[in-house]
């Protein structure tokens, strides 16, 4: 890794994350060490995996709905990158953070938007119970208990597990194959998923979370 660059990234990227709840810096963190990994094992370059990983997110607070391209188009303006990659190489990036999304049909153009996509999932219950419930918790005010919003949470999750059969990857890296096929096999153990979700609610209410996420962190 480029330590300058890393370094950047820091000191300018990160802090930009700090308003972003569901999408802060434990979301971005594994994306990054899911990235890095699958850089490591396709052999390619670990300061693209590392920047388009750092940014990918980044344009949530602009349009939610958009905010793959909008993350594209902050890191296309980030002039700092030109000191590290070439004009093709921060296309590629470029291209991979527009391509990110989960709920993408067609196959990312470049290889590293396919790590960036699978790195993007949460086959882990315990951190997507955090950003499961916040984003509904936002989304769904209407729901104020934690059965109405955990019942939610779960429905969506299911339907797409047993709607697909398994969450589709882009790449074939043995070790995220088995991760993913872990928690989907966990998941479908309601009992098992409710007491991780249960436990989040809990923390989230006693040490003052729950407010901060309605009025305070801007990501849905």
């Keep these: 890794m480029n330590q300058d660059l890393k370094q950047y990234i820091e000191n300018k990227i990160f802090p930009m994350y700090d ?10 963190n594994n994306v990054i060490n899911n990235c890095l990994m699958l850089a490591d094992y396709y052999d ?3 300061n693209k995996a590392y920047v388009i990983a750092a940014y990918h997110d ?13 993350s594209g188009k902050i890191f296309a303006n980030d002039i700092e990158m030109k000191k590290y990659f070439s004009n093709s ?6 291209e991979a953070i527009e391509d990110h999304r989960g709920s993408r049909k067609e196959a990312p153009r470049n290889i590293y938007g396919k790590i960036l996509s699978d790195s ?3 086959f882990d219950i315990e951190i997507l119970a955090k950003r499961q419930l916040a984003t509904s918790i936002k989304n769904f005010p209407e729901l104020v208990t934690f059965e109405e919003q955990f019942e939610r949470c779960y429905s969506y999750m299911i339907k797409r597990i047993e709607g697909f059969g398994h969450f ?6 043995p070790d995220l194959m088995q991760k993913r ?5 966990n998941y479908l153990n309601k009992e098992y998923v409710k007491k991780i979700y249960s436990k989040e609610w809990q923390r989230i209410l006693a040490d003052g979370t729950m407010e901060k996420i309605k009025n305070y962190y801007l990501d849905y």
Excluded at 58 to 70: A, M, P
Excluded at 89 to 94: A, I, P, S
């Design 19 to 28: 308003k972003y709840y569901s999408h802060g810096m434990l979301h971005i």
């Design 44 to 46: 390619l370059d670990k």
């Design 168 to 173: 589709n990857l882009w790449t074939n890296n």
């Design 181 to 185: 096929d872990e928690f989907e096999k």
């Design 58 to 70: 980044i344009g949530l607070s602009v349009d939610r709905n958009n905010h793959e391209k909008e």
């Design 89 to 94: 190489e921060l296309e590629e990036m470029k």
């Design 120 to 122: 993007d999932r949460d």
